[in-house]
């Protein structure tokens, strides 16, 4: 399976981007999440969301001004960043779930996409 993850880009801080992602072979998973990995960093849990409903979850870092949502019509999932901070510079990776449960452990996730460039300047 093939995720695709698009979007990302250079942007100055107070700036807006949206990261997209779809599975290139149409199929759907049941929960969608979306990491990221700074420079010299951990991959770290960004948002989560389910296909068939329900309250996303994002972590501290990005609450308030990351948006997580899905488009059934285009099989795609996006993340809205507004407000980018200099601390959001990352790689930022799409990632799927065959399981039902959110979750916001990398290890919990069964297919990841190939990651887009997130740079934001100060």
């Known amino acids: 399976v093939q995720l695709q993850a698009s979007g990302g880009g250079l942007v100055q801080a107070g700036g807006s981007l949206r990261l997209s992602c779809t599975a290139a072979?149409?199929?759907?998973?049941?929960?969608m999440g979306w990491f990221r990995q700074g420079p010299g960093k951990e991959r770290e849990f960004v948002a989560t969301i389910s296909w068939s409903g329900g309250s996303p979850v994002y972590a501290e870092s990005v609450k308030g001004r990351f948006t997580i949502s899905r488009d059934h019509t285009k099989n795609t999932v996006y993340l809205q960043m507004n407000s980018l901070k200099p601390e959001d510079t990352a790689v930022y990776y799409c990632?799927?779930?065959?399981?039902?449960?959110?979750?916001?452990?990398?290890?919990?996730?069964?297919?990841w996409g190939q990651g887009t460039q997130v740079t934001v300047s100060s």
């Open positions: 990632a799927a779930r065959r399981a039902t449960v959110l979750a916001s452990t990398r290890f919990q996730y069964d297919y």
């Open positions: 072979s149409g199929r759907t998973f049941n929960v």
